[in-house]
């Protein structure tokens, strides 16, 4: 496996995407006031059921959380992820594999070649092989020893590893109640297949993969102040201002939105759905921006009849 590394530039995180009943709640909410945040509950439902709004990566700092994500663990008795966390090392695996050109193909022949161009001269390829000895230091090579990946997996290391020191998926919101929910002994499972979750960048097009590529190193990327506004919104339940911040990309790459939150927004109603009708108390955990939008869950849920309340 390979990581991107820029050399004169630095990108934005993407995070918002890679989730109480009234009568059934718990005694515990009582009269006290509840700070909102992007927590929501079905409040016609048969039984507890909580939309969790994530962000995939988080810092210490962000902790402890808004006290609706505190109840929403508390109350299920199952939460369900964009896939299932138990099967992380399969999705790991299929990712890292779709991530790759088949052998004879490579990265030189799909984009732009000025891009090529200015990849080969700033950006430099670690090796991080999992076989690695873990105090032995990463290899760093030249960019031509990446180029079986595709733009899409580039574009999604190199913000990775561009990171903020101290932000991580380890910290992020989903690994905390992936964790909390395995203490407390809650079952676990996904609204996609592994599969179905691996496509959603694994089936990009050479143009699109490309396009993705591309955003991640604009320049523009590079403002820490654009990380603070969505984590602070996040942290407020301010949806309206999530989705201003993904304005440009609706804009500009209207297909390739659509593809990463309201085409599986609307895949998923059914599935969420049909939890609701299991009378099974249970939280639906994704990305923020997945109950964002005209065409969020929350929104979809809505039009079918639900009542929606956001704590």
């Given amino acids: 496996m390979f990581l991107l590394l820029p050399r004169k530039t630095s990108v934005r995180i993407l995070f918002l995407l890679f989730s109480f009943v009234a009568l059934f709640a718990s005694a515990t909410l009582g009269a006290e006031a509840l700070p909102k945040c992007c927590v929501w509950r079905v409040t016609n439902a048969r039984a507890p059921f909580y939309l969790v709004g994530s962000i995939h990566v988080l810092s210490r700092k962000d902790y402890p959380l ?7 663990l508390k109350d299920a008795t199952r939460l369900l992820f964009e896939f299932d966390p138990n099967r992380a090392p399969e999705f790991e695996k299929k990712l890292a594999a779709a991530g790759k050109y088949p052998p004879g193909q490579n990265i030189r022949s799909k984009i732009d070649p000025k891009l090529f161009a200015w990849l080969r001269e700033n950006i430099s390829a670690v090796n ?22 595709k733009p899409w997996w580039i574009a999604q290391h190199l913000v990775r590893a561009r990171n903020s020191s101290n932000m991580s998926n380890s910290q992020g919101l989903d690994d905390y109640l992936v964790s909390g929910a395995r203490k407390m002994g809650k079952k676990i499972g996904g609204l996609e297949s592994v599969d179905e979750h691996v496509a959603v960048l694994g089936g990009l097009s050479d143009r699109d993969s490309e396009i993705l590529l591309c955003d991640a190193l604009r320049p523009s990327n590079s403002d820490p102040g654009d990380v603070d506004r969505m984590r602070k919104a996040w942290r407020n339940g301010d949806t309206a201002a999530l989705w201003a911040e993904n304005a440009r990309s609706r804009k500009e790459t209207p297909r390739i939105a659509a593809r990463l939150v309201d085409d599986r927004n609307v895949k998923w109603i059914p599935r969420i759905e049909a939890e609701l009708k299991t009378g099974k108390p249970t939280a639906i955990v994704a990305g923020a921006l997945h109950f964002s939008g005209p065409n969020s869950v929350i929104a979809l849920l809505q039009a079918r009849g639900y009542k929606v309340e956001q704590l």
Avoid at 139 to 148: L, M, N, Y
Wanted: aromatic share 10%.
């Fill in 66 to 72: 808004p006290r609706p994500y505190e109840l929403a």
């Fill in 128 to 149: 991080v092989e999992h076989n690695r000895p873990k105090k032995s230091p990463a290899r760093v090579a030249e960019f031509d020893t990446g180029v079986g990946y």
